[in-house]
């Protein structure tokens, strides 16, 4: 089966949660291959394990790096990505 390429919006608490678990390897058939962050510094651990990171999530949206996106900003940021999503279909 296709192994989905998953990128994470938002690398606070929980998104640096969810990436550890994809990280160890233990989602089957998903890979982390894209976070983004606002915050340079919680970026470069992810960097230098090979994931692509971008400063906002839009950007992550637009790059075509992932197949699926996990939005883990705070609730209020979530309409905001969610349109950015529809717009790169």
């Given at each position: 089966?296709?192994?989905?390429?998953?990128?994470?919006?938002?690398m606070?608490?929980?998104?640096?949660?969810?990436?550890?678990?994809?990280?160890?390897?233990?989602?089957?058939?998903?890979?982390?291959?894209?976070?983004?962050?606002t915050?340079?510094?919680?970026?470069?651990?992810?960097?230098?394990?090979?994931?692509?990171?971008?400063?906002?999530?839009?950007?992550?949206?637009?790059?075509?790096?992932?197949?699926?996106?996990?939005?883990?900003?705070?609730?209020?940021?979530?309409?905001?990505?969610?349109?950015?999503?529809l717009?790169?279909?």
């Open positions: 089966m296709k192994t989905v390429r998953l990128g994470i919006i938002g606070g608490n929980m998104g640096k949660h969810h990436a550890m678990l994809l990280l160890e390897g233990r989602v089957p058939r998903l890979t982390l291959s894209a976070v983004a962050s915050s340079p510094d919680k970026l470069a651990p992810y960097a230098a394990k090979g994931v692509r990171v971008f400063a906002t999530g839009e950007e992550l949206i637009r790059s075509g790096a992932c197949d699926a996106v996990l939005v883990a900003t705070p609730h209020y940021q979530h309409t905001t990505l969610g349109l950015a999503a717009e790169a279909g």
